[in-house]
């Protein structure tokens, strides 16, 4: 999310902190989206642990799953969505951690607990990090009327003028929501009219991006894109003519955790990594930094500018929550589907 998602996926590997190059020391390799944190944080948790961080980068979800089931690097933290944790908790690659070994958990608002308990039942495998929604942010400079509907993304007048999201679940959640559909559907009919939609969409969109997002946005390039949450509350501050908005026909509402693979060497240097980044002040460190909403009830507090406090981006109001809803995992065959249709629409 949340997150730099990208069809093509370009994995950032990043060895930090002093003296991690040396074979010697507490390790722990944690797997986490690109610029997911402040990097500052992973030197304060080896000033206060000792425990060397090595850590890695990927860019989305559908990169992550295949290494790790593989084995072929062995995390010990891996930083999933919903759906994906969902995933692996079906396929048995999660490790439930002790929690007495992460009493920070505490801070987590009982709000986020509960929502996860959709993909983790219980919560038994993970530890809410982000949260965050799915929406169009547009420049009121460049376009000539209220936005408030996905249908901006599909209108002709905007050719050219658009950048769509380059994610599979997202842009059919998008054309399904549109369509008066559940963003879970695995109706293949359904399906089939979502991706005549986004096929339909394909000569109007001037890039298919993600992260690119952002600077196209605050520099104007674009009149209208598809964007995360925090990502809009950063554009915003950047460029005041840009507005974020959750389309009344409703959207997704994700949240990112922290999990622990059944596979890994060092599980009690892993819970006490996910009970660092469960610290109020790290949780702050990390929501300055990011700009992605946090469960962390504690980080909250501390929020010192009552505006960003109070955001109805960052931290939105009912309403906007009851209309949005989560990803489910829906099997790999219905999950193959997707993707193809996916590659279909953009004539791939």
Known sequence: ???????????????????????????????????????????????????????????????????????????????????????MIENDLLYAPNFDNIPNIKYIDETYLKSSEEFDPGNKYSVPYCWGTLGILYNKTMVDEPIDSWGVLFDEKYSGEILMIDSVRDAFAIALKYLGYDLNSTNEAELEEAKALLKKQYPLVQAYVVDEVRDKMIGGEAAIGVIYSGEAIYTSRENPDLEYVVPKEGSNVWIDGWVIPKNSKNKENAEAFINFMCDPEIALMNFNYITYSTPNSGAWNLIEDEAVKNSPVAFPPQDILDRCTAYRYLGEEVEANYIQKWYEAKGE
Do not use: H
């Not at 998602?5 to 010697?24: E, F, Q, T």
């Not at 722990?28 to 690109?34: A, I, L």
């Open 1 to 87: 999310m949340k997150k730099l998602l990208a069809i093509s996926a370009l994995l950032i590997v990043m060895v930090l902190l002093a003296g991690c190059s040396d074979n010697g020391g507490e390790k722990v390799y944690v797997y986490n989206w690109g610029e997911y944190l402040d990097y500052e944080t992973l030197e304060l948790f080896k000033e206060r642990t000792g425990i060397t961080v090595v850590y890695e980068e990927f860019v989305q979800n559908e990169d992550m799953y295949p290494k790790v089931e593989s084995e072929a690097v062995i995390y010990d933290v891996v930083c999933p969505s919903d759906y994906m944790i969902q995933k």
